[in-house]
């Protein structure tokens, strides 16, 4: 089939890697795209939210399937888009409805689902300029650090954790009154810090059955040791150690099953992954945040250990039998090490060539992914904060993120950041 993938990332390059790999992909179109996923199909000049000129690509090259990268198509509803149109809706479409795709486009309808069906997170409340000095009232009167999230998508950036009332205050009344985040900020859920283990557990569902595809750990920090500013992952690493049979049945008991028959009790449209961000709390699974796609870099460890055909999986989940697949791993380890322009997550400068590729990806049990590149004249160019991911395999997380790190270290270009701690606190 001729399969369409939107997004332009490093989880687009590792999904457009793993689908490539099943003879059910006949043609791959990328959308945007960028100079990795050139490699394996069609990039195409088409924004993910250019519904009109995503539907027009769909007609003109017999698109058969539409795979959604990133979180914003998804929200705007893209998959009902797709469902109402009559030269669309034959196409099968991998992700949520517009509806179920709050779970992750509104902190507050995700926390009000969670109490619904009695899913283990972290207490809050929410606020809006109506009951804002009622929300000022309750930060000063919260346990620290207290945790301060825009309700709406802010590009990853709408979640602070305040260590003092102070601080806490100051950015309630920058994300209420001053609109930080526009419209993303006019509610704001407060609630409690979670001590712990941060660890993601990836999902395929088609809402009554679901397949587990992967877990993985990531590293947000840019600093080594965890310190510094947050990024959208600097690093990752699978599978995680302590997620062992006994913490993955609690994950599955309390979490994951209860969560799909919440979409199917309450009639919410899920063809898609679902990304569970989850704490370890002294051994007890608890839910920090839904997102209704894969993550990023956690696909870049997640898609080369899962062995199973990829776009067979998108066809179960499709036409209901998605139950029935058989899911299998690589036993291996897989990490990833992200390489960063200068001055990330701040402000940083692009257009920088790019040197060492080939000689990166040469390295024995090592894939190369694209994250923030573009080409231009037969170079491959710098092309946002995050510009590559290198994954390998190794026998344990140390040997993998070790032969990543090595790798990595062929690559040039101005600026070039990356941690070399990644997968540092289970090192053997």
Same mark, same amino acid.
């Given at each position: 089939m001729?399969?369409?993938l939107l997004g332009?990332?490093?989880?687009e390059?590792?999904l457009a890697?793993k689908m490539?790999?099943?003879h059910?992909?006949?043609?791959?179109f990328?959308?945007?795209g960028?100079a990795?996923?050139?490699?394996?199909?069609?990039?195409?000049?088409?924004?993910?939210t250019d519904?009109?000129?995503i539907?027009?690509?769909?007609i003109e090259?017999q698109?058969?399937?539409?795979v %959604?990268g990133?979180?914003e198509?998804l929200v705007k509803?893209? =998959?009902?888009?797709f469902t /109402?149109d009559p030269e669309?809706q034959? #196409?099968i479409?991998?992700?949520?409805s517009a509806?179920?795709?709050q779970?992750?486009g509104?902190k507050a309808?995700?926390?009000k689902?969670?109490?619904?069906h009695?899913?283990?997170?972290?207490?809050y409340?929410e606020?809006?300029?109506?009951?804002?000095e009622a929300?000022?009232?309750?930060?000063?009167?919260?346990?620290?650090?207290?945790v301060?999230k825009?309700?709406?998508?802010?590009?990853g950036?709408?979640v602070v954790?305040?260590?003092?009332h102070e601080e806490?205050?100051?950015v309630?009344?920058?994300?209420i009154?001053?609109?930080?985040f526009?419209e993303?900020s006019n509610?704001?859920?407060?609630?409690?810090?979670?001590?712990?283990i941060? %660890?993601?557990?990836?999902?395929?569902t088609?809402g009554?059955? =679901?397949?587990?595809?992967? /877990?993985a750990k990531?590293y947000?920090? #840019?600093?080594e040791?965890?310190?510094g500013l947050n990024?959208?992952?600097?690093?990752c690493?699978?599978?995680?150690p302590?997620m062992?049979e006994s913490f993955?049945?609690k994950v599955?008991?309390?979490i994951?099953?209860?969560?799909i028959?919440?979409l199917a009790?309450?009639?919410?449209?899920y063809?898609g992954?679902?990304f569970?961000?989850?704490?370890?709390?002294?051994?007890?699974p608890?839910?920090i945040?839904?997102?209704?796609r894969m993550?990023d870099?956690?696909?870049?460890v997640?898609?080369?250990?899962?062995?199973?055909?990829?776009v067979?999986?998108?066809a179960?989940?499709d036409n209901?039998?998605?139950?029935?697949?058989?899911?299998s791993?690589?036993?291996?380890?897989?990490?990833?090490?992200?390489?960063a322009?200068g001055g990330?997550?701040?402000?940083?400068?692009k257009?920088?060539p790019?040197?060492?590729?080939?000689q990166?990806?040469a390295?024995k049990d090592?894939?190369?992914?694209?994250a923030?590149t573009?080409?231009?004249?037969?170079?491959v160019?710098t092309?946002?904060g995050?510009?590559?991911?290198?994954s390998a395999?190794g026998t344990?997380i140390?040997q993998a993120?070790?032969?990543a790190?090595?790798?990595l270290s062929?690559?040039?270009?101005e600026?070039?950041?990356y941690?070399?701690?990644?997968?540092?606190?289970f090192?053997?």
């Open positions: 001729n399969i369409l332009s990332g490093g989880r390059h590792a890697w490539t790999q099943s059910h992909c006949d043609q791959l990328i959308a945007p960028n990795g996923t050139a490699q394996l199909g069609t990039n195409l000049p088409i924004g993910v519904f009109a000129a539907r027009q690509c769909c090259q698109i058969q399937m539409v %959604v990133p979180e198509p509803g893209i =998959y009902d888009f /109402h669309l034959s #196409i479409v991998v992700g949520p509806k179920a795709a779970l992750e509104s309808f995700s926390k689902f969670m109490q619904r009695q899913i283990p997170t972290a207490a409340a606020f809006t300029a109506e009951n804002y929300g000022r009232s309750y930060i000063a009167a919260h346990s620290l650090p207290v301060l825009a309700d709406g998508l802010a590009a950036k709408g954790i305040a260590s003092t806490a205050l100051a309630f009344e920058e994300m009154l001053h609109k930080q526009g993303a509610k704001v859920v407060i609630e409690e810090f979670l001590t712990g941060e %660890v993601s557990v990836f999902v395929l088609n009554t059955d =679901y397949q587990i595809i992967g /877990h990531d947000k920090r #840019i600093g040791g965890d310190t990024t959208g992952g600097m690093g690493v699978s599978p995680v302590f062992d993955m049945q599955e008991s309390r994951i099953a209860p969560t028959r919440g009790a309450e009639e919410l449209t063809h992954f679902i569970f961000g989850l704490m370890n709390r002294h051994g007890e608890m839910v945040e839904y997102n209704c993550g870099p956690e696909t870049e997640v898609m080369p250990r899962l062995q199973t055909d990829l067979a999986l998108f179960a989940m209901g039998t998605l139950a029935d697949a058989n899911i791993f690589d036993e291996r380890a897989c990490a990833t090490v992200i390489a322009s990330y997550p701040g402000s940083y400068e257009d920088k790019i040197e060492g590729l080939e990166a990806a390295g090592t894939l190369v992914f694209h923030g573009r080409l231009q004249d037969n170079t160019r092309n946002g995050r510009v590559l991911a290198v395999y344990n140390t993120a070790e032969q790190r090595q790798s062929q690559i040039r270009f600026g070039i950041y941690r070399k701690d990644i997968g540092y606190e090192e053997v």
